[in-house]
């Protein structure tokens, strides 16, 4: 059965960090682009940062640029979204999503950013 579990999310102070992790089972992520997307209340789910099957290449929205560092260890078959400076935009739902010929989908992980 093929799963994307994402892990790591929670309450953040504004500035702080957090680490999330998508664990990938059922099927192999090596040659997969792993991306993750968040979605906000009352908005579209929209790509937070992307890596290649390589791990050589990634992309980032503009709005966490130099702020999330995206990672993938397909030994482990995870990838993990290193989030630091957190603000409070940056509250939302976070999925994990692998894409090839086909799309999977996490259940997602609420991230909150709040004093």
């Known amino acids: 059965q093929v799963q994307l579990v994402e892990s790591g999310g929670g309450l953040v102070q504004p500035g702080g960090s957090l680490r999330l992790s998508c664990a990938a089972s059922?099927?192999?992520?090596?040659?997969?682009?792993m991306s993750w997307y968040r979605q906000a209340p009352g908005k579209e789910r929209e790509l937070v940062a992307l890596?290649?099957?390589?791990?050589?290449?990634?992309n980032y929205a503009d709005s966490v640029k130099g702020r999330f560092t995206i990672s993938r260890d397909n030994a482990k078959n995870t990838v993990s979204l290193q989030m630091n400076s957190l603000k409070p935009e940056d509250t939302a739902v976070y999925y994990c999503?692998?894409?090839?010929?086909?799309?999977?989908w996490g259940q997602g992980t609420q991230v909150t950013v709040s004093s």
């Open positions: 890596i290649a099957p390589s791990g050589l290449t990634t």
């Open positions: 999503r692998a894409t090839r010929v086909y799309s999977y």
């Open positions: 059922g099927f192999s992520i090596s040659s997969y682009t």
